[in-house]
């Protein structure tokens, strides 16, 4: 039996997995105690990965359905292609640039999101190329961005074993990043000094393991930051000499936390729904000098002031200087497994490869000086993220649309929405290793994907290690990786730069678009991470990774200065009201990944939690008339969802919780994004899936 490492494609931990492979066959996967990040440590996801191959419905060849009403027939992948690239020009020539879109995802590997990131915004000239990144971490981003100068959390998960003071606001580690908290708990029980303190609606499995709960009202998140930022500073305990060498902004920060009187902390409480007592306990906790790690991730991006929620958090951390040290830092964790080296290449609608901007002149002249293209080539203003590619579909502007390795139909707010922007769509492109999926089922030609396991490929985790993953057996039929597919359309379409001998080529071009930038890949060559992962920057080949950022307080702002944000509170997009009288938030159960078109299909994983279920407090169970485990019906503003009732007592009064896993694959009317809102943060165009109104019904 053959040894081979691999990277778990689930979330942004990026546990590392030894997979024992016998002929073509994985016949198990373990976790090496000497493998970083988990160092032998697995969740149940990651545990039951050699299963992952026999799951049904795998899409093997290409497929092509020149009609609506007929069915897809198999073709060779020079049929599917050409016929996309011709449909592709000709389009583009009758309605102009506009008319065609590419929506992608933080589950591709960096070579895939390259090569596409190069297809379109260099090949083709068009930015209306977004990814589910957006759903995910475009808040974050924008945060650092706009408070350290450029993306990147500055922290690693070694800072676990350092801090004094865990701060996690947002994110239920325990479910979602369960071998990163592993980590938490053993060193909570190895220092039992070490203090964990919790922020969500609800009593989560991590808010469980918590010093301190603090159940906020779901999008408060900005009133809380600024009560503890300003109870802190009225403590004395802002670290001046840290603010004076290396900010700017303070003054401001300074005076809208001294704006808040006596009236307006009486009324930031109450948004908050905590009382002033629960507030004094969680101010109790930064007393005393201790090095502070924040952990968070969608409850506070996934909101229309994700951007605000995360800047209010690095205010807290640039008060206390703490930052740059060991132990300490905002530490943004990915949802996705690959959402950071996404980034890293430019896949979102405002970036290019290297943390560059497409607004940015000397930007897009480098990249255009890289890709061999005219000076100009490059289009100089974003182009259409997520929400608003769907729409423009709807509208009719956008004539075809290629989505790669994710299911908007399910994951997208309004669902509703996509399948009609997708009906309307002239041409759908789906890239899958799986078919049917909600969206598949739209399009006219699928081409097959090798999916995990089944082909070479690098991504980055939430503390920047990038990993690559190896091949370990054949992908069915005619699948291909998903920088190949990338590579051929990119020939098919008649476009030079798009020809590859393998993976590790297209990472050495990564590696050149990276160097001399703050993600700088550089120092990475092939036969390096063939032999283990690395830290970004990494500029130099004999040259080791870097663990943290900003160690020397000097920030990637052109004055070297973090900048300090001030964020007064605004309300969320949407409130509870007569009709709608209840606040629905979602997420996620431990056993299943995104839309369950991988682990819904694998038995171990779905029996833990086999249907959708819907949280609620008894007060409102009663108020309702809900019984625990009936099914009921949630009524919002755009549409309606159902789930089985789990009537608790660790969720708010007047707040739902719904994992967001199943689909209307399951059941026509168990998408729970029928009913989450499109309105986006005006900074990161992130959507707020975390909060809507609603009202329940009997079934
Ligand atoms: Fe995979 Fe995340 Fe579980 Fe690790 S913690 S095994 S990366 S799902």
Known sequence: MKESKAVCPYCGVGCRITARVEGDAVREVFADKNDLPNRGLLCQ?????????????RLAHPMLRRNRDGAHERVSWDTALSFVAEKIHSLRKEFGPDAFGFYGSGQLDTEASYLFTKLMKGALGTNHMDTNSRLCMASAATAYAKAFGSDGPPTCYDDIEEADVFFV????????????????????????????????????????????????????????????????LELGRANADFIASHTTGFSEFKNLLESIDAAAEKKLLAVCGITPGLLARAVFHFEKPAKLLSFYCQ???????GVDNNLALINLHLMLGQIGRPGSGPFSLTGQPNAMGGREVGYLSHQLPGYRFVENAAHRSEMENLWGLPVGHIHPKPGMSAVPLFESMREGRMKAVWIACTNPV??????????????????????DCHHPTETTLFADVLLPAAQWGEKI??????????????????????????????????????????????????????????????????????????????????ADENGPGKARLYTDF???????????????????????????????????????????????????????????FIEIHPSD????????????????KRGTCAGKARVTENIREGVLFMPFHWGDLFHPETNVNDLTSSATDPFSRQPELKLAAVRVEAM
């Open 299 to 305: 409850g506070l991006n996934q909101s229309t002031h």
């Open 621 to 636: 169970a009663e108020r309702y008339q809900v019984e625990d485990k009936a099914w009921i019906r949630l009524v919002g």
């Open 45 to 57: 996801k990651g545990a039951f990965l050699h299963k992952i191959f026999h799951g049904k419905e």
């Open 457 to 538: 490929g690098t991504m980055t985790n939430s503390e920047r290690l990038v990993s690559r993953s190896q091949k370990l057996c054949e992908p069915p039929g005619e699948a291909l990786p998903d920088w190949q597919i990338a590579a051929l359309a990119g020939q098919a379409l008649g476009f030079s730069g798009f020809s590859f001998k393998d993976a590790g080529e297209v990472w050495d071009e990564i590696r050149s678009v990276t160097r001399g930038r703050p993600c700088d890949l550089h120092g990475m060559t092939n036969p390096r991470l063939e032999a283990g992962p690395i830290q970004w920057p990494c």
């Open 169 to 232: 606001m947002g994110a239920n580690m325990a479910v979602n990043h369960p071998v990163l908290f592993q980590r938490l708990r053993a060193r909570r029980s190895s220092n039992p000094a070490t203090r964990l303190i919790v922020l969500d609606p609800r009593l989560t499995k991590t808010a469980e393991a918590a010093d301190l709960h603090v159940p906020l009202a779901p999008g408060s998140d900005v009133a809380f930051l600024l009560l503890l930022s300003k109870k802190i």
């Open 554 to 612: 000097r920030f990637p702002n052109p004055d070297g200065r973090a900048r300090f944000i001030a964020t007064p509170y605004r309300p969320p997009a949407e409130w509870a009201e007569t009709d709608h009288p209840l606040l629905l938030t979602t997420g996620r159960v431990y056993s299943q990944w995104h839309t369950r078109s991988r682990t819904g299909k694998i038995a171990e994983l779905d029996r833990l939690d086999p249907e959708p």
């Open 410 to 431: 399910a994951s997208m707010p309004e669902g509703e929405k996509i399948k009609d922007a997708l009906r309307r769509c002239e041409l759908v492109i789906a890239q």
